[in-house]
């Protein structure tokens, strides 16, 4: 039988990296959107690691330079709600997983979906969230890709 703590580490940094993006991204919001240095428990990042922490400040950082479009691109492809009505967790998956779809150009849409899926199984307010994510991050690469993006 295979230790799930095992196979976990066994993840790439980047992907370790977006479970710290996701929790900084919730703290920040729950901050008023500040950055105040404490977004994660002394310690956290140089737990993780340098190439983990690096993914995460990364990743934190470009959701934060670009949240404004970033939840008008999501709240643009949300049938029948808006962005704010929906859980802080599924706002910072959704969040990231639509900055790695428009602003990461190393990154495959496939791979940005995938991930904020298993973000969302991990993370997720409840059962219909892995579903709620793949349908919005899905109509958010489509479309990008029409408007000249990937």
Do not use: C
Not at 65 to 86: C, E, K, S, V
Not at 116 to 123: C, N, S, V
Request: hydrophobic share 45%; no cysteine; charged share 30%.
């Amino acid at each position: 039988m295979t230790d799930p703590a095992a196979a976990k580490d066994r993840r790439h940094p980047r992907s370790k990296g977006r479970d710290l993006a996701i929790q900084m991204l919730y703290a920040w919001e729950a901050n008023r959107f500040v950055d105040d240095g404490f977004l994660l428990a002394p310690g956290d990042l140089a737990l993780a690691g340098a190439e983990v922490a690096e993914w995460a400040r990364r990743m934190f950082s470009g959701v934060a330079a670009q949240r404004t479009p970033i939840d008008g691109a999501i709240d643009g492809r949300l049938t029948n709600w808006t962005i704010q009505r929906l859980a802080a967790t599924d706002r910072a998956i959704l969040r990231l997983g639509a900055w790695e779809i428009v602003y990461d150009e190393d990154l495959p849409p496939k791979v940005a979906i995938t991930e904020a899926i298993r973000l969302a199984k991990e993370f997720g307010s409840d059962e219909k969230t892995p579903r709620l994510v793949n349908g919005v991050l899905d109509k958010l690469a489509r479309q990008h890709r029409n408007l000249g993006g990937e």
